[in-house]
């Protein structure tokens, strides 16, 4: 076949996965509680309610350059740019209502995912089919389908792991140092400043030290160059290398029990979301959707399905990378992030699922890699069992947790006292979505 026709159906490809992704995000967005944007509904809190998200954060920082949340920039460097700049332009072309423009805005941003992971598989080496399976294996995942319903900085900066793992797929990067690696490493440090070990990392396995080094330095100073223009338009920003927001209450020396817990939801419910339960936050001023103790599987027989899929899959994945058709510098970059990302949540963080967005780029490049060993053909198999059973489990849990997130909205709004029908105290949660009939977890 032609170049040019191969190409073409790349990019009819692409733009059909972009498409399916926007729309899925759009329609998704409109089940989506606007009181999940503020911070209390009479006086119940709503911040923190849909998995530990600050939504009314980035609401905010979205839609109002002089509000105080920019201060978020001590941790995430260029997020008031990333986040109030694309809101802006769409009220701006089309006219419409701040929770619009965010909605329009989060489905722009599932489409360039979506058509960014299809290029890195198709740059791995993957076919037009296997890039398109696979990138429907990550939008049908329960990370896709729950973070890009709402607009949370965590899905931008998986768009920048995406860009790096691209980036380390791609012949200039071995040239030296140019500004394609630069940009790319600046993308990772600028929306989350933990993510930059990514950028690093693809820095290190494609160039010579000294080079990496300028990269990396290069990379700083755009980002600090970037944070100075955006100090003069967003008052409230903080300079992301004098302090950071974080609280040290976030941070924990884990348990064996947590490990695990953590583990689980990094390595199985960023792909198959269990059933969650709701649980009061600290001080019992609102509740909290959690899946963070949540055992694999729990969310009926297809969950079941998929689950056994996925752990299948991976273990594919795993032996592919220990097959040379595999790129040496690809499968590093996959070991070492996904372990350094283990490291940072073994100690931070309360909800795992919160940061699933990071891991879902990772995970599905690494079962990927199946494909590129002999077991491609039970790996293709596999793949397509993920997207029908996942795809369908993971949409249902997200209708039976929008649907509560609805029903405690209506309480909030009618004054019910959320501590009427729930015990306060985080040890005696209330099961929920669809297979929450079946007893507790």
Not at 239 to 261: D, K, Y
């Amino acid at each position: 076949m032609p170049k040019q026709v191969k190409r073409a159906w790349d990019i009819a490809a692409a733009l059909l996965l972009a498409s399916l992704s926007a729309g899925s995000s759009w329609t998704r967005s409109q089940a989506i509680d606007p009181a999940l944007l503020s911070y209390h509904v009479e006086k119940t809190r709503m911040s923190d309610l849909w998995f530990d998200a600050d939504l009314p954060k980035v609401f905010q920082m979205s839609t109002d350059r002089r509000a105080a949340q920019h201060g978020a920039t001590a941790s995430h460097p260029l997020a008031s740019l990333a986040l109030h700049a694309p809101v802006t332009l769409v009220r701006a072309v089309t006219g419409s209502p701040s929770e619009t423009a965010m909605q329009v805005s989060t489905a722009g941003l599932a489409a360039l995912w979506a058509g960014l992971l299809y290029s890195v598989l198709r740059r791995l080496g993957l076919t037009l089919f296997d890039a398109t399976l696979f990138t429907l294996v990550g939008l049908t995942s329960a990370a896709a389908v729950f973070w890009f319903a709402v607009s949370e900085l965590f899905a931008i900066g998986s768009l920048t792991i995406l860009m790096a793992l691209w980036g380390i797929t791609a012949p200039e990067q071995r040239a030296g140092p140019a500004l394609v690696p630069v940009l790319l490493s600046a993308a990772t440090l600028g929306i989350t400043v933990t993510n930059w070990s990514v950028g690093l990392l693809c820095t290190l396995l494609t160039h010579r030290l000294k080079e990496a080094v300028g990269v990396s330095l290069a990379a700083v100073g755009l980002v600090c160059g970037a944070w100075g223009v955006q100090a003069a338009i967003y008052p409230h920003s903080r300079f992301f290398l004098g302090g950071h927001e974080t609280s040290m209450e976030a941070v924990r020396i884990p348990q064996p029990a947590e490990a695990a817990h953590v583990l689980t939801s990094l390595v199985g419910h960023t792909l198959v979301m269990p059933d969650f339960v709701t649980t009061f936050q600290a001080g019992c001023v609102g509740q909290l959707l959690s899946v963070q103790e949540a055992p694999l599987g729990s969310g009926g027989g297809l969950g079941l399905l998929a689950v056994a899929a996925w752990s299948l899959l991976l273990a594919g994945g795993i032996y592919g990378m220990s097959r040379p058709r595999a790129p040496r510098t690809f499968r590093l970059l996959l070991g070492l992030a996904l372990a350094l990302q283990l490291g940072v949540h073994l100690f931070f963080g309360y909800e795992t699922f919160l940061y699933s967005m990071h891991f879902l780029p990772l995970l599905v490049a690494t079962v990927a890699l199946g494909l590129l060993s002999p077991l491609a053909r039970a790996t293709r198999a596999l793949a397509v069992l993920l997207v029908v059973c996942g795809g369908i489990h993971n949409f249902a849990q997200f209708d039976a947790a929008a649907a509560k997130v609805r029903r405690l909205a209506d309480d909030a709004r009618r004054g019910v006292d959320p501590t009427m029908n729930l015990e306060c105290a985080l040890s005696q949660p209330e099961l929920d979505g669809p297979t929450a009939a079946a007893g507790p977890l």
